[in-house]
């Protein structure tokens, strides 16, 4: 018997969920933070108010399972990943905001390397020359943040992703936490060699780091530390899973063998492909990324295809526009038509990611005629979500050479009727989703319970996934053709529109 918790920070806000041995929910708070947008392009997050939310959703959840800290048999971290924060371990406090991975500034940067170094850190990474990793990031803090400058000079400082950051301060912080991270995350950063899995000493010269301000890099499942008595699980519990979200969505849904693949529809979306122990490098525009380390076995590696805007593009519609008052919503608008009326919405806010890869892009809504309303608007965000995600499954067919015949389904959006069928109509494919969405906090408790020996081994979770529903793909839908072809001339709109 007992419990595992999972505390997963996301983009938008921070959960803790126990789960019991059976990998039922027993108990889960979530808490929303501030999105902080000092100019257009730049999304920074408050590390302390990160911290701060954590310690309330632990503190939360426990007590609605009711529970104690001491009843959980370990601990696993998820977090959004690539956002980058730097702190002071003296004082335990960050140095500046986070730059969170949607954030643009670093684009000049990028663009002023030479074609060669470009292809250098593609090759030694897995990944695309874009803002959205974190090496340019902590580049810009060093070279922006006086402060920042200065706490490394005095050796104070301290970098990593969300992840390190967290583990950092459940482990005591400024009294001796542990400053380790995991392979799955360390892949996100354009640092670490995919093949050697250690930070690169070319790739830190070339983004100007200092080796020593980095954690060190650990697999995803094993013991990093515990947390401490006066923490917010008043115990020694120990932590001994971490993966960045979408790999730990992989795990959650357990895609553990060569050919598996899950997609992801969060504020963004991100389909994974699970290729074994091969590094499979892309030739349509998706990124090879670390897929998951368990302890000591070998590490196993992955196709992705992310998307930027896909959830967020929903908030923009209620935040900005104010047509809908909340996420869920949107379903009973966009079904108020029976299509699109012409409109497509391309929310390119930050450029466009996989398969594409253009910093310059600007999101366009084409297609307008006076009649048009907002719920054409509300369906055209809808299939925009889908439309986004046939884009990089297509670019994953073509490059495992194997045509998809299900995709497996998780995320807040999943709960969207709707927009699953649409999904199953533009992909010809089913769309399965599982009985439990929160796969992403689900995968962190797998991989912490794994360690411990909590659960036996890979199998024993693979039998635990149950399906909830099943979308049949209408053959016949407009639109997988028509549609998919108006979509993709939207796309050429968007381009060019950043100098
Ligand atoms: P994350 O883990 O990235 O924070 P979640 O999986 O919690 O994301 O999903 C939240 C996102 O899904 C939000 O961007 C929200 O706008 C969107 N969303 C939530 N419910 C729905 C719904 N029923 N229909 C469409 N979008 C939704």
Redesign the pocket.
């Known amino acids: 018997m007992g419990y595992i918790g999972a505390l997963?920070q996301?983009?938008?806000?921070s959960r803790f969920i126990i789960f019991n041995q059976s990998g039922q929910i027993v108990g889960q708070e979530q808490l929303e933070h501030s999105q902080i947008l000092p100019k257009a392009g730049w999304v920074e997050h408050d590390g302390a108010e990160i911290w701060r939310a954590c310690i309330s959703v632990i503190t939360g959840a426990l007590k609605k399972a009711g529970i104690k800290g001491s009843d959980l048999n370990s601990i696993g971290i998820t977090n959004?990943r690539e956002t980058t924060l730097i702190w002071d371990k003296s004082t335990g406090l960050p140095l500046h905001n986070a730059i969170v991975w949607q954030d643009t500034r670093t684009a000049e940067f990028l663009n002023a390397l030479s074609d060669q170094v470009k292809e250098k850190i593609v090759y030694k990474t897995g990944l695309a020359i874009a803002p959205y990793f974190s090496a340019s990031k902590i580049n810009w803090l060093i070279k922006n943040s006086p402060a920042v400058a200065l706490a490394i000079k005095d050796g104070r400082a301290l970098a990593g992703t969300i992840d390190s950051w967290l583990l950092w301060n459940l482990t005591g912080g400024v009294n001796g936490g542990v400053h380790y991270t995991d392979v799955t995350n360390a892949s996100r950063t354009l640092l670490m060699d995919l093949e050697s899995l250690d930070w690169d000493s070319e790739l830190l010269e070339i983004f100007e780091i200092p080796r020593q301000i980095l954690a060190e890099i650990k697999s995803s499942s094993q013991v990093y530390g515990h947390s401490q008595i006066s923490g917010p699980l008043a115990s020694e519990v120990p932590i001994s899973g971490i993966l960045g979200?979408q790999q730990a969505a992989m795990v959650g849904q357990t895609c553990f063998e060569l050919g598996e693949s899950k997609t992801?529809?969060?504020?963004?979306n991100f389909a994974l492909l699970n290729t074994g122990t091969s590094i499979v490098r892309s030739k349509h525009g998706l990124l090879t990324t670390l897929c998951y380390k368990f302890g000591e076995d070998k590490a196993r590696y992955a196709l992705e295809g992310s998307v930027a805007v896909?959830?967020?593009?929903?908030?923009w519609l209620?935040d900005q526009l104010g047509i809908i008052t909340?996420?869920?919503?949107?379903?009973e608008l966009a079904k108020s038509v029976s299509d699109n009326g012409g409109v497509y919405f391309v929310p390119a806010f930050s450029g466009l990611f996989a398969p594409y890869w253009r910093s310059d892009a600007r999101g366009v809504i084409v297609g307008l005629s006076r009649a048009a309303t907002k719920a054409h608007l509300a369906r055209a965000a809808?299939e925009a979500?889908c439309y986004q995600t046939r884009d990089v499954l297509d670019a994953m067919s073509a490059d495992s050479k194997v045509a998809l015949t299900e995709i497996r389904v998780?995320?807040?959006?999943t709960?969207?009727e709707l927009?699953m069928q649409m999904q199953a109509d533009i992909l010809g494919v089913e769309v399965i989703r599982p009985v439990i969405?929160?796969t992403?906090a689900l995968g962190a408790a797998y991989a912490a319970g794994l360690a411990t020996g909590f659960y036996k081994d890979t199998s024993e979770l693979k039998a635990k996934w149950r399906e909830d529903r099943r979308f049949m793909p209408d053959k016949t839908s407009a639109l997988a053709t028509t549609g998919f072809k108006n979509w993709k001339k939207a796309i050429e709109k968007t381009l060019n529109w950043l100098d």
């Open positions: 997963d996301g983009t938008s806000s959004q979200d992801t529809y969060g504020t963004g896909t959830g967020s593009a929903i908030q209620r909340s996420a869920p919503q949107v379903e809808l979500i998780d995320g807040g959006i709960a969207n927009c969405i929160e992403t």
